[in-house]
């Protein structure tokens, strides 16, 4: 029966069958590869860059075990630190809650919730696939791979739990506020001090909780199942905050990556004595 559709030139129904996506038969016959003439590279090469960076200088730091604690400042890469070997805290959380688990570096306990926020973060997830898989590379720029599953197979189903680790993260974000609290504090313990470490982590947990309210799956938990926001209005003005939050859940992934990032290496060059923490009053 025809269809009214001709296949591409040089292909049979059955070869061109085989194909899927933009190289479908049904697909209109460009011979490019796409059409854009812009530099449209750049973002996911950039956006690559910088995960790649972040995992490498992250994954240094994690396995490190050392140099994550200069009174009164602690690593946000380490917080709550968990295990029996961590360094003392004075006045600080030292939980120790499970043992030393073979000498491994405190940091690998914890830092799987806050990854695992990261990692299934709708916008981190849209990062790395392009970035990393081309899936697609850019607009208007066709994936190289020829099937399409989406979200719906193993291991990215497991994206879905993404909510629950949102959860997690309000945890430790709690944890990492009541330390920017202690950074009020001098090496002695005593109150009324503020060095440019505690700006440090001040701006930190303030990009920190703004990332996470920003999250997609706080807005649809505080709002997204009311039906009558003029019945909730509590809840609808907190919705209201959040969504203009999220419409800047872009740029705020990425600066609480950057200053996550710069408040441990400022506590591990305090830390290793590369400088005196300066103090402000």
């Known amino acids: 029966m025809a269809t009214g559709i001709e296949p591409r030139p040089g292909t049979d129904e059955s070869s061109s069958s085989a194909r899927g996506g933009v190289d479908g038969a ?28 972040f995992v490498v200088y992250s994954t240094w730091r994690a396995f490190a075990g050392e140099h994550y604690f200069a009174a009164p400042y602690v690593s946000p890469f380490y917080s709550p630190c968990l295990a029996e070997n961590c360094v003392p ?89 009541y330390d920017t609290v202690l950074g009020f504090r001098n090496a002695e313990g005593e109150w009324g001090h503020m060095g440019l470490g505690t700006l440090v982590l ?13 999250c997609h799956s706080c807005r649809h938990i505080i709002g997204g199942r009311l039906k009558h926001f003029s019945r909730h209005p509590v809840r609808y003005r907190m919705w209201g905050w959040v969504s203009r939050l999220n419409e800047r859940h872009m740029q705020l992934a990425w600066a609480s990556l950057i200053s996550v990032a710069v408040a441990d290496f400022y506590v591990y060059l305090l830390a290793t004595g590369v400088f005196d923490d300066p103090r402000l009053f």
């Open 202 to 214: 001040l701006v930190n947990i303030a990009l920190i909780w703004a990332y996470t309210l920003s």
């Open 89 to 177: 805290m004075p006045g600080g959380a030292d939980w120790h809650l499970v043992g030393s688990w073979w000498g491994l570096s405190p940091a690998l306990l914890i830092l799987i919730f806050p990854l695992g926020f990261r990692l299934t973060c709708y916008y981190y997830r849209k990062a790395y696939y392009r970035g990393f898989w081309a899936s697609p590379a850019a607009c208007a720029v066709p994936e190289p791979h020829r099937r399409y599953t989406g979200e719906t197979r193993f291991p990215l189903i497991l994206q879905n739990v993404h909510r629950y680790f949102f959860y997690f993260a309000l945890v430790v974000a709690g944890i990492l506020t």
């Open 26 to 53: 049904t697909r209109a016959a460009i011979p490019a590869r796409h059409l854009r003439t812009d530099r449209w590279w750049l973002a996911p090469a950039t956006t690559a860059f910088g995960l790649f960076a």
